[in-house]
């Protein structure tokens, strides 16, 4: 049964059902129990499962991880949550030598089924370290898979999907997104985790993104019909691995892209994109493969916020220049 319910909702679903599901499912993080997450996520979970499975943690983000390892050595599946995308960076030793590193290290006798949840980007008016988008951080570090729903419905299935996952999983969550509301069919079949989707076809340009980037695109997408332009919108849903393949056979259609992020342009997850279609797609490209996101500064007040991230002019700016060649 299909049933429509904001993003929030669908990744606290996700987590109830996987509570229910395996007793060796935990939760953990700061304000994750009584209070249920400052953005209720975890609402009402601790009430149904008990202390022993959602659990309060200190405010310590590199203990919370650490933990995290070790009950996963001990056979557990934990699922951690870093209160805000800024606050991951004392997990960071953790995350990168321990938890990305360990079934390497054990020649694949060990495995880490550990999920990191991280609400990020900008978008809310937050204060500093609030609404950073760190995700090519993770993304260069090998043994760790980096996804973001862009919808209810994704992230109900990928949190599943994660979770089950015997690789450790970080779990971005766009936080300006959480109240946007969409269908989720509880009982559908889902496709790969880290397959793209195309959400909108097109057949004049390829707007590639994920996370909270991907409503920005459709609204693009419907901003250029009016010119009578045709964007096909592909949500990428993973940051790695990448589907690249998906991207390429929109491109060969498309002949044109366009990567889009909120997180700095600077060596960004688009950069990777844009090097490896030029690469594969090299003889289909009609122009230079086009990215835009945030600036190579510090990310600003609340009240600069939307200066700072893309919005619909400057998707469309890159639209013109890309259709311009």
Same mark, same amino acid.
């Given at each position: 049964?299909?049933?429509?319910?904001?993003?929030?909702?669908?990744?606290?679903?996700?987590?109830?059902?996987?509570?229910?599901?395996?007793?060796?499912?935990?939760?953990?993080?700061?304000?994750?129990?009584?209070?249920?997450?400052?953005?209720?996520?975890?609402?009402?979970?601790?009430?149904?499962?008990?202390?022993?499975?959602? +659990?309060?943690? =200190? #405010?310590?983000?590199?203990?919370? *991880?650490?933990?995290?390892?070790? $009950?996963? @050595?001990?056979? %557990?599946? /934990?699922?951690?949550?870093?209160?805000?995308?800024?606050?991951?960076?004392?997990?960071?030793?953790?995350?990168?030598?321990?938890?990305?590193?360990?079934?390497?290290?054990?020649?694949?006798?060990?495995?880490?089924?550990?999920?990191?949840?991280?609400?990020?980007?900008?978008?809310?008016?937050?204060?500093?370290?609030?609404?950073?988008?760190?995700?090519?951080?993770?993304?260069?570090?090998?043994?760790?898979?980096?996804?973001?729903?862009?919808?209810?419905?994704?992230?109900?299935?990928?949190?599943?999907?994660?979770?089950?996952?015997?690789?450790?999983?970080?779990?971005?969550?766009?936080?300006?997104?959480?109240?946007?509301?969409?269908?989720?069919?509880?009982?559908? +079949?889902?496709? =790969? #985790?880290?397959?793209?989707?195309? *959400?909108?076809?097109?057949?004049? $340009?390829? @707007?590639?993104? %994920?996370? /909270?980037?991907?409503?920005?695109?459709?609204?693009?997408?419907?901003?250029?019909?009016?010119?009578?332009?045709?964007?096909?919108?592909?949500?990428?849903?993973?940051?790695?691995?990448?589907?690249?393949?998906?991207?390429?056979?929109?491109?060969?259609?498309?002949?044109?892209?366009?990567?889009?992020?909120?997180?700095?342009?600077?060596?960004?997850?688009?950069?990777?994109?844009?090097?490896?279609?030029?690469?594969?797609?090299?003889?289909?490209?009609?122009?230079?493969?086009?990215?835009?996101?945030?600036?190579?500064?510090?990310?600003?007040?609340?009240?600069?916020?939307?200066?700072?991230?893309?919005?619909?002019?400057?998707?469309?700016?890159?639209?013109?220049?890309?259709?311009?060649?």
């Amino acid at each position: 049964m299909a049933e429509k319910m904001a993003l929030a909702k669908a990744v606290n679903e996700s987590l109830r059902r996987a509570l229910e599901t395996d007793p060796k499912v935990l939760v953990m993080g700061e304000d994750v129990g009584k209070l249920g997450g400052v953005f209720r996520v975890t609402d009402g979970l601790q009430k149904d499962f008990g202390e022993s499975r959602v +659990i309060d943690t =200190p #405010l310590a983000e590199s203990g919370i *991880v650490g933990t995290a390892i070790g $009950l996963a @050595l001990r056979g %557990y599946r /934990p699922v951690v949550e870093i209160q805000f995308d800024g606050f991951v960076f004392p997990a960071y030793d953790q995350i990168v030598t321990q938890l990305a590193k360990m079934h390497a290290r054990s020649l694949g006798k060990v495995k880490l089924p550990v999920v990191v949840r991280i609400p990020y980007g900008g978008g809310i008016g937050a204060v500093e370290h609030h609404s950073e988008s760190p995700e090519s951080l993770f993304a260069h570090v090998a043994g760790l898979k980096i996804v973001s729903p862009s919808n209810a419905s994704d992230a109900y299935w990928m949190m599943q999907q994660a979770i089950q996952s015997d690789d450790p999983v970080i779990f971005f969550e766009p936080k300006r997104r959480y109240w946007d509301k969409s269908e989720v069919d509880t009982e559908a +079949i889902p496709g =790969p #985790l880290h397959t793209a989707r195309v *959400v909108r076809e097109g057949s004049d $340009l390829t @707007l590639a993104a %994920y996370g /909270p980037m991907v409503k920005l695109c459709q609204e693009v997408a419907d901003a250029a019909a009016e010119e009578g332009r045709s964007l096909e919108v592909l949500d990428l849903r993973s940051v790695s691995p990448i589907d690249f393949d998906s991207v390429q056979a929109s491109v060969e259609k498309t002949r044109r892209l366009v990567v889009v992020h909120e997180a700095p342009v600077f060596f960004g997850s688009g950069a990777e994109i844009a090097a490896r279609i030029t690469e594969r797609c090299f003889y289909h490209l009609e122009a230079p493969v086009l990215r835009v996101g945030g600036y190579h500064a510090p990310y600003p007040p609340a009240r600069l916020e939307e200066s700072y991230l893309p919005d619909l002019d400057r998707v469309l700016d890159a639209v013109d220049r890309s259709l311009a060649y």
